[in-house]
């Protein structure tokens, strides 16, 4: 039977260990555990949590709250108790919930940052507030997703929230995630990404919590579940739909101290420096944090090196919820400044050295301007009939860390685009912030985009990638409302590239590279267009930073990060793969991934869960209408005889007026011979193409 409202569904597991001092300096509470924990909401909905404690506290304590909808039982298990558990150790209660339609959690997750997810979570704030171990303080951590609803939360002013720090998010849902970048659909995480949700809101809930009743439920959930990628595609430019959960609308709504976190291969790192700018103006204590790594916390950030990421959030949650004595790193900006180094010798760990920043913008950095004719710019016209497929060396748009989705050698693309390169440098440069390209293009068709790639050169040839910008050129004006561009006509445009900290060595060049496509990050105009080039205008403006030696020799270092305290998951990890093959006769490339994944047992229980991922591009050169995105997504959980097993099929496919997106879910019980289906649906949606 479901355990009661506030207890544990299992019984709480406690280490042993008297209290002491962590290698790190940090307090080292024994933990006691309680696996499954009910939070009832006013609408008769239960959220499923699981909560660590730390076990000899003497009183209330602090709470940090992670909630996110990947299902604390299983798919982040791994990952939770390498956060949630040494929380507890230094004293805090830290409380990890499923959101409403995920996990054991009741009802349907209807899409991202639904209205009901927020105010269900200021329902579970509350409900911390009255548990006998809490001081009615809460912090909120997360990322990705955990960042997003953490700043959205935020912006709600609920009277229990102390502070957050938000990893890996965004502040501008339209601009800054995996659906548009620079107006132009995503077509390398749009499908993608929509695939996932679908597979993980059609997993069923833990009959050992649920009980009985986890059949009826989970094909309840099944019946309900939704394919998100109707109503992102549906929204093609920055409408109303966006505009919610995008706290840059009002950064003053927004009164709790914030930690930004994130790091220079995740493509929200950009939000970093925004939210410390729009949250300083507003009187919003802020602290900012860049390292080397994708999409990750940084305690287990890859590339390297990760950081005792833990150190840093105790010491932010105990400034704030705890009132120990302010330092001077309590705020301000700190980012790794990358070292020069040959391309693929950084993919595992990238050399370089911390710096810090006191505010954003900083004074230490300068805007230097470039015009293109200084790097190798000939006045006269360039016209682009970029390769459709131009782009497979970028790697993934959003990276994990794993090689296969890094970028490549740039040189090959940089052939097929127009590239601009510059003399060798005869000192090391500096750039810190979000370099931008200015260019003057006329198009023969109405619809175009732009790819800028802004690349380091060095003497052999090999071209490495530093960043990239995106603009589809309806949207030059505004992401609101794109208007065609008149052909033959000449515009100016303004390409702003993702934000980064890069050292240009001496001896090597800057490069940057313009193309008219970039495959598949980018999904291809209706028409093959032409874009002329005008190359006596034009610059490159970089936000040079110059170095202060003295300064940042006294920076303390983060530290590396503590081993993870002893738990009941064990896991096996599966590498990633990423195949670009190009047929000479049919001229079709394939591009196939498959990001890293694996599986875990937790021997605590005997719980097993398993995923496997599969993405396939294709696009046919010549023809921007023969795009497509195909994904795969397979979703294995058991425990002795129970076995349930999601399959889900996704397509994307357009034609010069409209996207057919097309999802197909399979659910299965069972194994092996006795396997068999309980559920299946398929959808499929026309969606008029509206200047993409």
Known sequence: ??????????????????????????????????????????????????????????????????????????????????????????????????????????????????????????????WIERQEWSDGQVAIIGKSWGGFNGLQIAALDPPQLRCIVTVCSTDDRYADDVHYAGGALLASEMLPWAATMLAYNARPGDPAVLGESWR??????????????????????????????????????????????????????????????????????????????????????????????????????????????PTDDDLGLRVWMPEPAPLGADRVHRAGRWVAEPSWPSPGVTSRRTPLSELGGVPGTAVLRSPLALGAGTGDFLKFGDVPGQYADQAADDGLACSFTGPELPERVEILGAPEVTLRVTSDRPQAQLAVRLCEVTPDGASRLVTTGLLNLTHRAGHAAPEPLEPGRAYDVTVPLFAVGHAFGAGNRIRVAVSAALWPWVWPSPQSVALELDTGHGALTLPVREPRPAEEAALGDFGPPPPAPPHSIETETLPGARRVTYDPVSREQVIVATPAGGSMVDCADGLTYGSRDLNRFRLVEGDPLSASVECEREERIGRGEWAVRVHTRSRMTADDRDFLVVNHLAAYEGSGAQEREVFARTWTRSIPRDQV
């Not at 309840?220 to 939704?226: F, G, P, S």
């Not at 990750?296 to 950081?307: D, R």
Request: hydrophobic share 35%; with cysteine.
């Open 216 to 325: 009826e439920r989970w094909l309840e959930r099944l019946a309900a579940t939704v394919p998100y990628a109707e109503e992102w595609v549906g929204h093609q430019r920055r409408d109303a739909y966006w505009e919610h959960g995008s706290v840059c609308e009002d950064y003053s709504a927004i009164k709790v101290p914030v930690y930004a976190v994130g790091g220079w291969l995740d493509q929200y790192r950009g939000a970093v420096f925004r939210l410390m700018t729009g949250l300083e103006e507003a009187g919003v204590p802020v602290k900012g944090l860049l390292g080397p790594w994708a999409h990750n916390y940084p305690h287990q950030g890859v590339p390297g090196p990760a950081i005792d990421f833990i150190g840093e959030c105790v010491r932010w949650f105990d400034r704030w919820m705890r009132s120990s004595a």
């Open 1 to 126: 039977m479901p355990p009661t409202t506030g207890t544990p569904a299992s019984t709480g597991e406690t280490t042993h260990q008297p209290p002491h001092h962590h290698p790190h300096g940090r307090p080292h509470h024994p933990v006691r555990v309680l696996r499954h924990v009910w939070i009832p909401l006013r609408d008769g909905t239960r959220l499923a949590a699981r909560v660590w404690l730390p076990a000899d506290a003497s009183g209330p304590v602090p709470s940090v709250l992670e909630y996110i909808p990947y299902r604390k039982n299983d798919a982040t298990a791994p990952r939770d108790v390498t956060l949630h558990a040494p929380f507890a150790q230094a004293g805090f209660a830290s409380v990890r919930v499923d959101c409403r339609g995920s996990g054991d959690s009741d009802g349907v997750m209807l899409d991202e940052y639904h209205p009901t997810e927020l105010s269900d979570a200021l329902e579970v704030l509350d």
